[in-house]
């Protein structure tokens, strides 16, 4: 008998490639109680090292999808200050989340410790809401992305073209949301609300996903399959000569090249003096050279190397 190995990375590029239509979208996202389970154990420092950043994420993610619990104890933390600043309003805040869900003990915290206490929002967990600002859809994003193994800002750039961070964007053609899901795809990756910011961001980043699988990480392929569809990249062995789809490309990949500047310290305008720097270095040279070749003329030698 002939045992074949693999590892586990190959063995979810297959499954992608195996289940192209079935996939759900939340499928790469674990389940709130085992989000809130590994939250717990990051959070104690219980078989891992102890980690008030990661258990804080993990404790989001879950409270995202609806767990009271991860609510209670995203309160906890503001409370207490674990990993953070101890902030009443915020901790209040996320008790209040929980006694929605029917925590009992939240309901108890609240009354005991934070009678009176102002309710704030939590800006580095922020609540669905129907309409939310750039600020939240990104913190949503930075959560997500790692899940499907995408680059966030990416994922950001992509949504900027496609629905300029707004929810409630609706196109001709029926696409839908933050990433502008088509019915049939928020079908095909298992959405069953695409109306739903966080729902709109898994299937969108399940294509991405997929197309990231299909086309061996070539970016441009990925957009332009996102935008015209895998058949139409396949069919034409590259970006389809397609006047929307090739705008789209460019406009994306120029958005996802500011994000890398701006994360490596770059702006346009110091790549711009960088290369007007190196050009006035060059025109410097060349003066120089020309100079020791007059200057040689005049003496009647001419060395090979002074000649520029």
Partial sequence: MV??????QSLAGLVWLLLPIAFPASALVPAPDDLREEAVRYNNGEGVTQDYVRAYELYCLAA????????????????????????????????????????????RMLEDQLSGATLAADPDCPLVVPTPDRAEVTTWVNLLAPYYDLNPELVLSLIQ??????????????????MQLMPATAKRFGVSDIRNPIQNLQGGMAYLRWLSDHFK???????????????AVKKHKGIPPYKETRDYVRRIVHIYAGYIRARRGLS?????NASNKAR??????????????????????????SIK
């Fill in 3 to 8: 045992v074949f190995m693999i590892d586990r």
């Fill in 217 to 231: 990480g070539k970016v441009k392929l990925i957009l332009a399959g996102y935008n015209a569809g895998e058949d």
């Fill in 64 to 107: 995202l999808q609806g767990d009271g619990e991860a609510a209670y104890y995203l309160g906890a933390m503001h409370l207490n200050g674990w990993g953070r600043e101890a902030d009443d309003a915020l901790a209040a805040g996320w008790f209040k989340q929980a006694e929605k869900h029917g925590d009992l003990g939240a309901s």
């Fill in 280 to 305: 006035v270095k060059k025109e410097t040279a060349l003066q120089q050279a020309r100079a020791r070749n007059e200057r040689a003329l005049a003496r009647n030698y001419i060395s090979p190397s």
């Fill in 161 to 178: 073209v496609e629905s300029n961070f707004d929810a409630r964007a609706k196109s001709p053609k029926n696409a839908r949301g933050l």
């Fill in 268 to 272: 346009k305008s110091s790549a711009n």
